[in-house]
């Protein structure tokens, strides 16, 4: 059996986590989805791999813009 806690909360904090749960929900996993301590493995699938290689190329266009105003000294 899994430990539980029991905490307070403001009847707006309560309010904002109803309006973020998704069907199928627990309040634990709202909580643990926007703190961001969800494992990368939940991200899998998220993106078509057109998606994933679009993404990826603009990271890579992102990184090479960043490594060039470096090297000549410009600052965003």
Known sequence: MMASKTINITQEAYEVLKA???PGESFTDVVL???GTR???DLAGLLTEEEA???EKRIREG???SVDRRERGISR
Do not use: G
């Open 20 to 22: 973020r749960k998704k």
């Open 33 to 35: 989805r926007l703190a």
């Open 39 to 41: 494992p990368l493995s």
């Open 53 to 55: 290689n679009e993404l």
């Open 63 to 65: 990184r090479d813009r």
